[in-house]
């Protein structure tokens, strides 16, 4: 029903660039565009970083991570950068539909019983006027049908980690998150969605706190992008 609804709609709304102004096949981005961008390929299915038989790497091997797999659509570089930063910073709520289309079609789902977005900081949301990642979030459990949950909340005002390495990164999340255990009763599989993953520490810290509250099994890390 939910693709036949989908379908009615780009019939009557033909899908148009939202940075070009050009038509579009099947979503507000030219295909020209989508077709240029780099995806992650020969890389650790753990943590998504270069592997070069696609194979667990000797860090995840020797210090596996909280979190199972990492799955994520593409490189954090050219038009998709601008995109995800409109989004971020420039109050484009709604290109969050457009970018987890664009994540979706790259997702393997197969498992996966619900989705927990990444929580920003009471005060930064209140700042922004939304956490981006919810907003992917709801986007995407409509058009996977896997239902996002809202047991998880950031207790701790981390500061940027744009300038961290990542042991700094680990460090400034130690004891970010609070977990709601009751929300995740009978879940055993989740992933876990950001608009950008960089070295995996956030992922790592809130997969961390899960697993040590909560009996989920399996967690999975999925991002729009991947900084290089």
Same mark, same amino acid.
């Given at each position: 029903m939910r693709a036949w609804l989908n379908a009615l709609e780009r019939w009557f709304l033909p899908s148009r660039c939202v940075l070009t102004g050009q038509g579009s096949d099947h979503l507000d981005i030219a295909d020209t565009l989508v077709a240029k961008w780099s995806v992650p390929e020969a890389v650790c299915p753990v943590c998504c970083e270069p592997s070069a038989l696609a194979e667990v790497c000797g860090h995840c091997l020797t210090q596996p991570p909280a979190f199972e797999r %990492?799955?994520?659509?593409?490189?954090f570089e050219a038009e998709l950068a601008d995109l995800i930063h409109a989004l971020k910073y420039r109050n484009q709520p709604a290109y969050a539909r457009l970018l987890a289309e664009l994540l979706?079609?790259? $997702?393997d789902v197969a498992g996966v019983e619900a989705m927990v977005a990444v929580p920003l900081?009471?005060?930064?949301?209140?700042?922004?006027?939304?956490?981006?990642?919810? $907003? $992917?979030?709801?986007a995407l459990s409509k058009? %996977?049908?896997?239902? $996002?949950?809202?047991?998880?909340?950031?207790?701790?005002d981390t500061p940027s980690q744009t300038l961290l390495n990542a042991e700094q990164r680990r460090r400034n999340l130690h004891g970010a998150f609070s977990v709601d255990a009751k929300m995740f009763k009978g879940v055993e599989q989740i992933a876990l969605l950001d608009d950008v993953v960089t070295t995996g520490a956030t992922m790592q810290a809130l997969a961390h706190?899960?697993? %040590?509250? %909560?009996?989920?099994?399996s967690i999975q890390a999925w991002a729009v992008a991947k900084t290089k």
């Open positions: %990492t799955q994520v659509g593409f490189y979706a079609e790259r $997702l900081y009471a005060k930064r949301r209140r700042e922004r006027g939304y956490n981006q990642a919810e $907003l $992917l979030g709801q058009i %996977t049908g896997i239902p $996002l949950l809202k047991g998880v909340r950031r207790i701790k706190s899960l697993k %040590t509250v %909560t009996q989920v099994k």
